[in-house]
């Protein structure tokens, strides 16, 4: 069982910055690859970005491409999403979501393709 823990998530300007943080329990942080999805009130959640075991592999969502970087610390079991020139349209909840991969490059970019989630924090950009 793993659980996440999100923080960071707030209030800001269009054209401001965050930076969400997504701890880990557990001593096996680095057999898990990482993901960050957001879900706006009344829509579907969605991807936003993910990262492989090893830090090596990267995705992102065309709509945040970059502006959002996303990065994971291992010896720290904690995953970022640095997001940059927000825009209202970046308002939702964001949730970090972890499965256990076989592979040190594999990443995930659907929903279904994971196992654990967090609990969710606000990022509300305002115009």
């Known amino acids: 069982q793993v659980q996440l823990v999100e923080s960071g ?3 800001v300007q269009a054209g401001g910055s965050l930076r969400l943080s997504c701890a880990a329990s557990g001593r096996t942080f680095s057999r ?5 999805f957001r879900q706006a009130p009344g829509k579907e959640r969605e991807f936003v970005a993910a990262i492989s075991r090893s ?3 990267i995705l992102y969502a065309d709509s945040v491409k970059g502006r959002f970087t996303i990065s994971r610390d291992n010896a720290k ?3 970022y999403l640095q997001m940059n020139s927000l825009k209202p349209e970046d308002t939702a909840v964001y949730y ?3 499965v256990e991969i076989g592979t040190i490059w594999g990443t995930r970019s659907h929903v279904y393709e994971y196992d654990y989630w967090g609990q969710g924090t606000q990022v509300t950009v305002s115009s």
């Open 9 to 11: 998530g707030g209030l």
């Open 32 to 36: 898990y690859a990482m993901g960050w």
């Open 55 to 57: 830090g090596g592999n």
């Open 77 to 79: 079991n904690t995953v």
């Open 96 to 98: 970090c979501a972890t």
